[in-house]
């Protein structure tokens, strides 16, 4: 038995050519009860819980609304990103509770948790949310201190005399 003819059997066996072989199929949105898609984000010391539902484009944070919780424009650019990533902007209502680390932290997870969330409503979306590296969490988390050191890496001012 040659080659060739083992090639063509196992091309029988797939079915033909790859071009009528059919597209996978996308799984299925996840889903509550009340049709909302819930994620949490991370980000350094930061967790954030976040339900997604279709809506204005309404985000509260912890009971306020975006713009008084996180100030700084820069902050809320942050969390609009995976929306205007996947041209959603003010399509979806965004309810997150986020607790620990600091602002920047914060947006980060609740960015962070939209991501998921959007790939959990809409599972077409997790390509171009993942090329924008939305989905990816960044597990970059503060040193500890050493003893004998000032900071975790930073040493004592020495002294000749």
Known sequence: MSDTQRITD??????????????????EPKLDAQGRAYATGKRKN???RVWLKPGAG???VNGRTME?????????????????????????????TVAGG???GQAGAVRHGISKALTY???????VLKAGGFITRD???VERKKYGKAKARRSFQFSKR
């Open 58 to 60: 309404k985000v509260t």
């Open 10 to 27: 196992l091309k029988d066996l797939r079915g033909g050519s790859g071009a009528e072989a059919e597209p996978a199929a996308l799984p």
């Open 68 to 96: 008084t919780y996180f100030a700084r424009p820069v902050l809320r650019m942050m969390i609009a990103q995976p929306f205007g990533a996947t041209q959603r902007l003010g399509q979806y209502d965004v309810i997150c």
């Open 46 to 48: 930061a967790v954030a």
């Open 121 to 127: 409503y809409e599972p077409g979306l997790r390509g």
């Open 102 to 104: 600091g602002l920047s």
């Open 139 to 141: 597990s970059r988390v």
